[in-house]
């Protein structure tokens, strides 16, 4: 056995993580673990990194017990971890990043480790691994610049250069394109076949049948279930998932858009800060009260894009946008709140929430700054009520299921559907009348995501307009009533749902026709 664990139980204040789960990978085999969020998948990985130590049980690598105190330890013994979360040193470059902590010197370290980086070869370094995982990145660029798709890459190729007998890779897959995917399975494929073992923690159910040898189902703590991948069933494995069967992932499509319109954009363009192109090229669609319109589109398409240009993060050069038929100015997220526009964001740690603050200080935050809502959580618009924000925060909690010790709970300890639920939440306090979701269900479980879904059918039953952008085209067909193609920054197609499939919306995202 490569790495295994048994009886390992940990807890947090008000939390049992883990109790008592076993679990193993052999030398060159692929092990999934898959479960909810908050079913202590993190957790384990964490453990087996050396980022928190157990409070109970064996951990052994290679059949030797160990005491993994610190991820140093872990990296010593040949345990590489790739995380979900991106780590990286922002004002760092790309090679710097990669090869941080055993970068290449020049001659002989002098006084213990202090030595000259050799510059030349740390790009060249740093160049040949992202060649090898086909990453079309900068090594000079930095690391604050990268979008979400092209930082996971760079963690990719940062764990494939380290020298490792295990592999553990928590969602590596959740912002890459499904191009990026293959490469990657053909990369971890010829790495089990050189007898690596491989820990595949993913939510994304049919990744796992093509690629695991065996699945281990995680639920409330425990592992219930331990089977061979060949002959397993996804229904079989959610089922294990949630105690129950799944049904309906996607809400009954018998909702009736308003004639009135919610959000109407007009010729929408934004140059490139770096020059030499558009980000956004002449945009234009309209979105009615109690209807959805996703779109969708490769990578670097232009979706986040415009979600940042609707709701003032980036501010647009031109065009026009109408908020129920009124003509609105936005230069800011706050111009944007008070038009009765607000934003989900794609990277729900760094542009959603305040991580070391609680669920109800994140909530105080959206709602103080929304002029729609201020009065009722604030007296005389300024000194915050903690008593009504605490109200509105049960309220939210119990409406969204978000699960939590209690409402004063940092965000940081909760997972990763919670920590979008309670995204969800606190825009959704601002009482908008329109909703920009932009990757809403990147990186959560599938009982997460169908939560998600049902708030967002309860929004625009309620007479809201939902823009829904997405690279999910699966998620796009099922939820939207009508789907815009994006690339290079521009619409290329608008598509009904009813009268389309993902391998049309494929070939327009891909080639524009």
């Known amino acids: 056995m490569a790495l295994g664990c ?3 139980s940990k807890a947090f204040p008000g939390v049992q993580a883990l109790a008592g789960v076993d679990f193993g990978v052999a030398a060159g085999e692929v092990h999934a673990l898959v479960g909810e969020n908050g079913a202590g998948k993190s957790t384990l990985v964490k453990i087996f990194s050396g980022g928190y130590r157990p409070d109970s049980g064996v951990l052994q690598i290679r059949g030797e017990d160990v005491r993994l105190r610190r991820p140093a330890d872990a990296e010593a013994r040949g345990v ?34 202090l030595a000259m980086v050799d510059r030349r070869k740390l790009y060249e370094t740093a160049s040949r691994a992202l060649r ?7 090594p000079r660029a930095r690391a604050r610049d990268l979008g979400v798709s092209a930082a996971q890459l760079v963690l990719l190729a940062r764990g494939l250069l380290r020298e490792m007998r295990i592999l553990i890779l928590d969602e590596p897959t959740a912002a890459l394109t499904p191009q990026e995917a293959d490469e990657l399975f053909v990369k971890l494929r010829a790495l089990r076949a050189k007898g690596v073992g491989i820990v595949y923690v993913s939510h994304r159910l049919d990744e796992v049948m093509a690629l695991a040898d065996r699945i ?7 592992a219930v279930a331990t089977m061979a991948a060949q002959g397993a069933s996804v ?3 959610v089922e294990l998932m949630l105690a129950r069967r799944l049904g309906d992932m996607y809400p009954p499509p018998d909702r009736a858009a308003a004639e009135r319109t919610a959000l109407d954009v007009s010729h929408l363009s934004r140059a490139s800060r ?15 009260r109690g209807e959805i319109v996703g779109i969708t589109g490769l990578v670097g398409a232009g979706k986040t894009e415009l979600a940042r240009a609707l709701c003032g993060v980036d501010p647009p050069d031109g065009g026009d946008v109408r908020v129920d038929g009124q003509p609105v100015r936005i230069r800011s997220p706050r111009d944007a709140l008070q038009a009765g526009i607000t934003l989900v964001p794609e990277d729900r740690k760094r542009q959603g929430l305040v991580l070391l603050m609680s669920v109800v200080q994140n909530l105080a935050l959206a709602m103080a700054n929304a002029a729609t809502v201020r009065r009722a959580v604030t007296r005389l618009g300024q000194v915050l ?16 299921r978000i699960r939590v010790s209690s409402i004063g709970q940092q965000v940081r300890d909760l997972s990763g559907g919670n920590q979008q639920k309670v995204v969800l939440a606190k825009c959704l306090a601002t009482s908008p009348k329109v909703v920009v979701f932009d990757e809403p269900t990147r990186g959560i479980a599938v009982g997460s995501k169908a939560d998600i879904y049902r708030i967002i059918d309860e929004l625009v039953r309620q007479g809201l307009g939902v823009v829904l952008l997405s690279s999910e085209i699966e998620e796009v067909l099922h939820m939207s009533d009508r789907i815009y193609v994006m690339r290079n ?7 009904e749902p009813a009268s389309t499939n993902a391998d049309v919306i494929l070939r327009y995202a891909a080639t524009g026709r």
């Open 80 to 113: 590489v971890t790739i995380h979900q979360e991106i780590i990286l040193v922002p004002e760092l470059d790309v090679a710097t990043n990669l090869l941080l902590g055993t970068p290449p010197v020049r001659g002989r370290r002098l006084l213990g480790d």
């Open 385 to 400: 009520q903690w008593k009504r924000l605490a109200q509105v925060a049960r309220t939210q909690v119990d409406r969204y």
């Open 132 to 138: 090898e995982i086909h990453a079309g990145i900068d």
């Open 274 to 288: 770096r020059g030499g192109y558009l980000s956004l090229d002449d945009v234009s669609f309209r979105v009615a």
């Open 489 to 495: 920054g521009a619409i290329v197609k608008e598509l």
């Open 235 to 237: 229904d079989r494995v």
């Open 216 to 222: 281990t189902v995680l639920r409330d703590g425990r």
């Open 6 to 8: 048994w009886g390992v």
